[in-house]
């Protein structure tokens, strides 16, 4: 699966968002059993109503959603770089995750302590970002000291593996994270900062904006979430606005409750789902669905994955032993009103290998056993 690490300071709301998570997961857990849950990660539903609608049109036994995986990385402080709190565990763990989630403090309450002593997101991202810098130059020196000897001599590789490294270390030592590098760099030297070196600063990132409940519903008036938007703006990333003890308050009720107290707001979904599709977009993925009587099914692939991988989700026998794909988008298959009509009227259509699955396809792949 795919997974999204939860990062901030320390009193800016990530363990109240994060239980707000974990309430959603234990609730869901119920329905589906096969998600065991660790105390540091919360795996949700992605919520889509397509997924229902289908089910719903198919008369389906089973209905299965796909999920993404949040992680908690606890334990950022300044100076986790060089060892501070549990610095470096929680560098490590940051290593593992797809992309972060930064929750930034833009609530003021004088009963919860700053850590720096004051309210500004932009300062506490730039510590966050600092941090992750730090542990990146650590590592880019370390192999640099390494390919430099080589790099004089005549090894070939190692002379363009030091001019990777340079350049990444210009970009470091001018206290800017790599992400904002994506398309400056040459894919060459991107390949390498992400799928050699496994670089931190390399990680999307997407902004939390965490107000208080009377900032709600979009927090436009606070200043600090303006800041927050004006620097997402600028690296390209999501923001997502939100109040993590609403959310965490909305997490414990039941749907309709859940309606009323969002309505009180002013809102019309909770922000963690914003959180998910925010989280889903920047990390390039789509959903393409299985349909039938016993089960309709959502299944999430990176865009621009083709046919054949796809398959490959679902059992590697039907990658393996793939001839081609049945397709029908979501917004056809709606106005056909089920696949049998649909079939009938002729809007399925027979694709190959070479396919790349879009979202919302709806796809019976037809495979050799
Ligand atoms: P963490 O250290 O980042 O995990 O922060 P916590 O989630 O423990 O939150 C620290 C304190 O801030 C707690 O007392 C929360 O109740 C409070 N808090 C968290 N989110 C909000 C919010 O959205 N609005 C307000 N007013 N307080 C919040």
Not at 72 to 99: M, P, W
Request: glycine share 8%; proline share 4%.
């Amino acid at each position: 699966g795919f997974n999204l690490g939860i990062v901030g300071l320390p009193n800016v709301g990530k363990s109240t968002l994060f239980n707000a998570l974990t309430e959603t997961a234990k609730a869901q857990a119920a329905n589906y059993p096969f998600c065991t849950i660790e105390p540091n990660i919360g795996v949700v539903e992605v919520p889509d109503d397509r997924l229902y609608r289908i089910a719903e049109l198919e008369k389906s036994r089973k209905i299965t959603p796909t999920f993404i995986e949040f992680v908690d990385i606890a334990g950022l402080v300044k100076g986790a770089s060089k060892g501070e709190g549990l610095g470096n565990q929680f560098l490590s763990h940051i290593r593992e995750v797809d992309a972060i989630a930064m929750v930034l403090r833009c609530f003021e309450n004088p009963d919860v302590v700053h850590v720096e002593g004051s309210v500004d997101p932009i300062r506490d991202a730039d510590i966050i970002d600092i941090e992750l810098i730090a542990k990146d130059l650590e590592s880019v020196n370390r192999r640099l000291e390494r390919v430099e000897k080589a790099a004089k001599g005549n090894d070939k590789k190692a002379k363009e593996e030091f001019e990777y490294l340079k350049e990444i270390k210009e970009v470091l030592e001018g206290l800017e994270p790599l992400r904002r590098y994506k398309d400056k760099f040459a894919e060459d030297t991107w390949m390498y900062a992400t799928k050699e070196l496994f670089l931190l600063t390399t990680k999307p990132v997407m902004y939390i904006a965490n107000i208080g409940e009377a900032d709600l519903p979009e927090g436009d008036n606070n200043p600090h979430v303006q800041k927050v938007k004006e620097r997402a703006r600028e690296e390209n990333a999501p923001v997502v606005v939100l109040c993590a003890e609403l959310e965490a308050q909305l997490a414990g009720l039941e749907r309709e409750e859940r309606k009323e107290l969002l309505e009180a707001y002013g809102l019309k979904e909770p922000g963690l789902h914003k959180v998910i599709r925010e989280g889903y977009r920047l990390l390039n993925l789509i959903t393409f669905f299985t349909a039938g009587e016993k089960e309709t099914r959502a299944w999430t692939v990176v865009k621009g994955t083709k046919a054949p991988r796809a398959a490959g989700k679902i059992h590697s026998d039907i990658e393996r032993g793939f001839i081609a794909a049945e397709v029908i988008n979501y917004e056809d298959y709606i106005k056909a009103g089920s696949m049998v009509k649909a079939k009938e009227k002729g809007l399925v259509r027979l694709e190959g290998k070479e396919y790349e699955v879009q979202d919302g396809d709806i796809i019976y792949f037809r495979f050799n056993v």
